[in-house]
């Protein structure tokens, strides 16, 4: 497959859904160490949202799944992770916008675009123990390869990587930031969530194949 | 020590719904709680006035519903606990809010409530709503040093700007006077808290984070977060000699200067205790010659049950003087 | 559960002291410590009305140096903690509360309290100060069942005896009247309160009874004191279906009703939990035809940091009403 | 000894004042199993208040230290039980008032009083697992003796045997009887005061003959 149209496009949110979904109780407490607890129990909420608003979009082009993605997270979700993971999206929606199906290099600008936004709202960098930290080396691996087959497979993993090389990180923005030091040696439960989704992803395209 | 994990509630998820319906059950004649989920005045206020809006995490109660009424806010927007609401959420409260003279939109600095209203603030744009301007209150002094005040937290010595924000909204001044006015409460103001314990959340039924017996912890965030590190608990005027120097020197306050004081309990902390750490402050800022014109002790914005307080003075000036005296009539902040 | 054991004190025998100068020293502009350790209101009532005078144990703040003020209490006799005082601090009380209309004694109904304000009332006797009545008062139906009344503890729906109580003795009211007015409201009050965790004293430091996780007592006293005995832990809805029941009956309210209705947080429970909570109640009074005239949410007396609340019921007349209504201003009793 | 003046009465008390300090911890322990754990620090900075108020009179009457005693009680302690410890002694002046030195008979109309008034402000009786259950045994054995020297051993063991009693009880006077049946096992700490007080009296008789 060289496209991807508004049928994957949900069928991709969906999967993700999915996974979060199955990863609430993991991300809970990963978020229990750091933070306060909550991070699966609200995205997979607002992941299932989107879900649900998707379904009754009437007819939509992948940018209004994309949207519909967007504002559920923003608005289902709240709180500063709310207003990132829904910036990853809702910057996405540009580069879609008017396009009935998508190529790899548009998913790959949408990605660019998301993760841009989401450094400048956020002023994480990677290194800083959020969810930046996995996806910046995840759509840095989905632009080094030439089409879907090889960019999901590749973004999958350099997620997981990224998220796992977070745990011995310092946490410098997010709730963690202020346990300093104290933040070393548990993972990140953002890049867990960005892994979680590019495993969906690939997992989806898979069974696509 | 553990804290106490049952909270007489129903379900988590419905925790901010029926807290705003009770809520506004019992205070029906100051707040209203509109169909989208905004706590309102029961009685807005003349067309023409600056609006006053804010947005917030829930579990800090009586902050902020606790605020809503006459010489205070307009329109406070709940989010779910400890998280800041959506940006649709606080475009629909800015709306509310919205009696012809513009609407100023608080943020107490967190990065959720930082987040959403600027992304809400997009939106207005996008939308063409204008007449709307943001300003970002801070006042704790263990979140960042001196010379970054823009990066410290907002914690509860915002009282100060609440009350006094409120008071001159209900005047004639227009949207960028009202901003000037919460910047320069904002400029005078520092706090510094401590905990003895921790908290649950009531969503997960788990302890916030691990607190040892017999330790407190100086710089405590108002959602648990950790502040200048653990030490050995001490005993109330020592803990008072150990708090308030560094809030003295950050600003600085000096001899002469008049303040505000402010004992926030932050949930299961006594009156008891507070009473008897106020008796030091005030003897400790007689000493340094600075002279109080007016004192709050107790729970303005808390953290679930966590035993802690904050210490928080504001610097006032005739203008912010007469701000203060004004009538209030929130829920939980009442003035003649 | 553990109860946090450290508190923010200096020595266990300076706590009552230094409690009171903190006090004082916050709220100089309602209430004034006198050199024998009383605390009274900043300006005195006019001369000829009724005075009125509490004596009771600490470690309930605000309860009750927080009423007084005008339309409240003119002096409060604090003892040491949960300690009602001894009579001759009862005697100079009463004294200053003289402003030749007669002093009426108020004793929330414990032991303590009411053996010393009786060797109290003798003393006076002796010592020819005539025109001092001792009023008995009491509200927690789960101490003493129905038909014996009076052998029940005086809790935290006493709060609406001393609020109308307090709005009746700024009027001409004489003794006998405002003894009996106080008789009426006590006899249209019941109150029962539920806890879900123990305290910790903090003249011994240890806690004062054991609690285990997951469980509550309904029924439970303002010390502590055990009531109709323990349960598992239930949700909040459930929690006000099992107390607000025996609460209607024991009057009985009944439908046609008005009432004021006071959630007391007793110490570390949450406004959050509490709005959830009225929020049931409010609804459950409503399907039972009672209308709520007005209501008040938050720690009025409270046992140290005990995780309960007490729920007051009381039904009022026209005569009651504009006694509730009437302006008040102790430190943590404000209406306009 | 026939009869005893006023050093002797203050001497009295200073010795129940010592022994009632040296019990201070092992009454806060037992007021801690049935009420509020303070009855020890309360009790003995009561009494050592009434030593001290009883070397600022001029030439005091036996009276007059009771009297003396009563109030440093009463005030000193606050409480149902200063209230009560004070009317042990406040109702004991009557009966002393006018004598120089106190007969066995005296002192006997004394404590009776004490008693008397005790039992008729506490609503207590013997059963009740209060102070009257170590109080009214010893004052019947003292009663019962012919002279003091037979008079206070003969309360001290009673009061000693009466305070032990009321372990088996279910208390129905003071913050205990809340706790009902859980109330049965331990000690009532006022009982074990009485106990103290008629004990440290018949040592410091024992030392006098
Ligand atoms: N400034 C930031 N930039 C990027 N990611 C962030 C930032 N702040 C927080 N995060 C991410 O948000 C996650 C926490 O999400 P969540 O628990 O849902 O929010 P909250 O901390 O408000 O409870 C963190 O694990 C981190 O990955
Ligand atoms: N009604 C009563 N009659 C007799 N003795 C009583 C009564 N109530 C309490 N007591 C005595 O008082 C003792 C408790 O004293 P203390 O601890 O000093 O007072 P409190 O209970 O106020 O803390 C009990 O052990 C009991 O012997
Ligand atoms: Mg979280
Ligand atoms: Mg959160
Ligand atoms: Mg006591
Ligand atoms: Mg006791």
Redesign the interface.
């Known amino acids: 497959m060289s496209h991807i149209g508004s049928a994957e496009v949900a069928e991709l949110i969906a999967a993700v859904a999915r996974r979060v979904g199955e990863g609430r109780e993991r991300l809970n407490r990963l978020d229990a160490k750091l933070g306060d607890g909550d991070h699966g129990t609200s995205i997979s909420a607002a992941f299932a949202l989107a879900v649900e608003q998707i379904a009754v979009l009437d007819q939509p082009e992948p940018a209004e799944i994309w949207l519909a993605t967007a504002k559920a997270l923003m608005n289902g979700m709240g709180g500063a992770s709310g207003a990132l993971f829904g910036t990853l999206f809702l910057k996405g929606v540009a580069p879609a916008r008017g396009k009935g199906a998508l190529t790899k290099l548009d998913v790959e600008a949408m990605w660019r675009a998301g993760l841009d936004g989401v450094k400048a709202r956020g002023k994480a960098g990677v290194g800083d123990k959020t969810m930046v930290d996995a996806l910046q080396p995840a759509v840095d691996a989905f632009a080094a390869s030439d089409d879907f087959s090889g960019a999901w497979p590749a973004a999958a993993e350099a997620a997981r990587a990224g998220a796992e090389a977070s745990a011995a990180m310092i946490a410098r923005q997010g709730r963690a930031k202020f346990l300093g030091e104290r933040s070393i040696g548990h993972q990140d439960a953002g890049a867990t969530t960005i892994a979680l989704m590019f495993e969906a992803v690939q997992m989806w395209w898979e069974t696509r194949e | 020590?553990?804290a106490?994990?049952?909270?007489?509630?129903?379900r988590p998820e419905d925790?901010l719904g029926?807290?705003?319906?009770?809520?506004c059950?019992?205070?029906g004649d100051v707040a209203r709680l509109t169909d989208n989920g905004l706590v309102v005045r029961a009685q807005p206020k003349a067309a023409g006035k600056v609006g006053l809006v804010i947005g917030n995490?829930?579990?800090h109660?009586?902050a902020m519903i606790?605020w809503i009424g006459e010489g205070l806010f307009d329109v406070n927007i709940a989010?779910?606990?400890?998280?800041?609401?959506?940006?649709?959420?606080i475009v629909d409260g800015i709306r509310a809010a919205d009696c012809g003279g513009g609407v100023l939109v608080c943020v107490s600095h967190?990065?959720?409530d930082l987040?959403?209203a600027?992304?809400a603030l997009e939106l207005c744009e996008a939308e063409g709503i204008t007449d709307v301007e943001m300003v970002v209150l801070y006042d704790d002094i263990s979140?960042a040093p001196k010379g970054r005040e823009s990066e410290r937290r907002g914690t509860a010595g915002l009282f100060f700007v609440w009350k006094m924000l409120g008071a001159f909204c209900e005047g004639d001044g227009d949207l960028a006077a009202a901003k000037a006015l919460a910047e320069k409460v904002r400029d005078n103001t520092r706090s510094l808290a401590m905990s003895?314990?921790s908290c649950a959340?009531?969503?997960?039924g788990?302890v916030?984070f691990e607190m040892p017996?017999?330790e407190m912890e100086i710089g405590m965030?108002l959602?648990?977060?950790?502040?200048m590190g653990r030490q050995k608990?001490l005993?109330?005027?020592a803990?008072i000699d150990l708090m308030l120097p560094p809030i003295l020197e950050d600003l600085p306050f000096a001899a002469g200067d008049e303040v505000l004081?402010l004992l926030n309990n932050s949930?299961?902390?006594?009156?008891?205790?507070?009473?008897?750490?106020?008796?030091?402050a005030?003897e400790a800022l007689a000493e340094a010659g600075i002279r109080v014109y007016g004192?709050w002790?107790?729970?303005y914005a808390?953290t679930?049950?966590m035993?802690g307080?904050a210490l928080s003075l504001c610097r006032v000036d005739v203008e912010m003087k007469a701000l203060w005296d004004a009538?209030a009539?929130g829920a939980?902040m009442?003035?003649?």
């Open positions: 020590m553990s106490r994990k049952h909270k007489l509630i129903n925790i029926e807290m705003l319906e009770g809520f059950a019992a205070y995490g829930s579990g109660e009586p606790g989010g779910e606990i400890f998280t800041a609401p959506g940006p649709e959420r967190h990065a959720g987040l959403n600027e992304l979140s003895l314990s959340s009531p969503i997960t788990e916030m017996e017999d965030g959602h648990g977060e950790m502040g608990a005993g109330a005027d803990t004081v949930g299961s902390m006594t009156l008891m205790e507070l009473f008897i750490l106020y008796r030091r005030a004192s002790i107790g729970p808390t679930q049950e035993a307080f009538p009539n939980y009442k003035q003649a």
